[in-house]
């Protein structure tokens, strides 16, 4: 399954802030629970297990200093992000006391990241996560040790790959139970997410190796890998450069939907006050009741927030007109969902896409509905949630022409139409809705909700 690309942004947007706050009460309990639980492993595997090759103290410090250099080297892969350490964790592998590299990328960790803490760029609380970050290391230490820290050898491969399994076994589990207990990010969703990181950390893992053989009674050859750290250092900068300019558009279509709906707001109090902002948080309840997430959930916001912009170039004569339109006028209200969709057209991207929606929510499920007359599964399904959040916010508030209805006799009406006008199974979930929301002691019908724009589905 493949991970959406506004769920990607908005979760980078989430990781680019959390290292200047501290941390919460949640985090700080199960960050301290895995360190202390990590040391206690590392300690029995020193007590326990041999470690292969004597420590040698200056290439110890060497590849600690390349492990904080590598650090560096980040990269915003999926939604999450990466770095060019793999290329000294194998090495480490190699020519340290296996049962030692635990501690040699904890400490690496920790020295990585102090500098950001005393110039106020990361919470010093963040330090904290430094240990329990090196929980990866563990897994491909553990195999080797388990295999008796044999000399390092090509004929070895069949025990590496195992190790570098055994670190993915270990960086999933810790990381998926991190992020679900101190941050509650769903275990499914961390799955998708480090299948990037995965991806990486195997890509550079062969050349990490070759280094590290080579480097055997020789560990000067590891600098001939610092050409390789520049020229990855230079695409990450250039990924985080793109993926700026990716988040500062999505930002100005966000600011461009939100000044659209004051306008509309500005020229007709009922479009785009009570009415516009009743039927985006009903819209977004029914479509995630429905399994929408991510861009469709974004574009179904700001189609629910949009949906009536074309009335702008409605006379407001006929907008609120006390009684019934007349053929002649009906036909320019009419037109209003494609005059919407023209209108997000000429601003493009993110916002054309919302357009789709905007042109087809008077359609109607058995068609006969306009501009169009599609039917069923042909209109939208934004569209089609927009229709009946629309259709029932309608109802339940007083017009110029009439009084409000009860939300009883609205959903009746709802129920009635289903099949005909509207989806039956959105009909369904706006029921489900609004009965949740009776049973928790809320209004059924939403009292000028506040827009919480979609950025995690």
């Not at 592998?93 to 990361?122: F, H, K, N, S």
């Not at 195992?162 to 670190?167: M, T």
């Not at 990181?197 to 590891?222: F, N, Q």
């Amino acid at each position: 399954m493949s991970v959406d690309r506004q769920l990607v942004e908005s979760l980078l947007v989430e990781a680019r802030r959390r290292p200047t706050s501290a941390l919460s009460a949640r985090e700080r309990r199960y960050e301290l629970t895995i360190g202390l639980a990590f040391v206690a492993v590392v300690a029995a595997m020193i007590a326990f297990l041999d470690g292969g090759v004597r420590l040698d103290v200056p290439v110890a410090i060497g590849l600690v200093a390349a492990h904080v250099v590598a650090q560096r080297v980040e990269f915003e892969i999926g939604a999450g992000m990466t770095n060019a350490t793999e290329l000294v964790l194998v090495p480490m592998l190699l020519l340290l006391p296996v049962t030692l590299v635990p501690v040699a990328v904890a400490v690496a960790l920790v020295a990585a990241r102090v500098p950001a803490c005393v110039t106020g760029r990361r919470h010093p609380e963040r330090l904290l996560l430094a240990v329990p970050d090196a929980w990866h290391a563990v897994g491909p230490a553990l195999v080797i040790a388990a295999a008796g820290a044999p000399d390092p050898s090509l004929s070895l491969i069949g025990l590496y790959a195992a190790a570098l399994a055994a670190q993915f076994f270990v960086d999933t589990v810790s990381g998926v139970a991190r992020d679900y207990f101190a941050l509650g990010v769903q275990p499914r969703l961390q799955l998708q997410l480090l299948g990037w990181v995965m991806l990486a950390d195997a890509a550079l893992a062969p050349i990490g190796l070759l280094a590290g053989l080579a480097a055997v009674g020789r560990p000067a050859v590891l600098l001939l890998l610092a050409p390789l750290l520049g020229l990855l250092a230079s695409f990450a900068s250039e990924r985080r450069h793109s993926v700026d300019q990716a988040i500062e558009l999505s930002n100005a279509y966000r600011g461009t939907a939100l000044l659209m709906g004051d306008m509309l707001e500005a020229d007709d109090a009922y479009t785009g006050g009570e009415h516009s902002q009743g039927v985006v948080a009903l819209s977004l309840a029914v479509g995630e009741g429905l399994g929408m997430s991510g861009t469709p959930l974004r574009n179904l916001e700001f189609g629910a927030l949009l949906h009536d912009v074309g009335k702008i170039l409605v006379p407001n004569e006929i907008i609120n007109k006390p009684g019934k339109l007349t053929d002649a006028e009906f036909e320019v209200v009419k037109r209003h969902p494609v005059d919407g969709q023209h209108m997000l057209d000429r601003i493009g991207g993110a916002l054309a896409e919302v357009g789709l929606i905007v042109r087809s929510h008077h359609e109607r499920w058995a068609g006969g509905g306009y501009p169009d007359g599609i039917a069923g599964e042909a209109i939208p399904l934004g569209a089609r949630i927009i229709s009946a959040c629309d259709a029932f916010s309608a109802m339940t508030t007083d017009r110029s022409y009439r009084r409000a209805m009860s939300v009883e006799v609205a959903l009746d009406e709802l129920r009635r139409c289903a099949g005909e006008q509207f989806d039956p199974r959105v009909v369904a979930a706006l029921d489900e809705v609004l009965a949740s929301r009776v049973s928790r002691g809320e209004p059924a019908k939403p009292q000028l909700a506040s827009l919480v724009l979609a950025e995690v589905g």
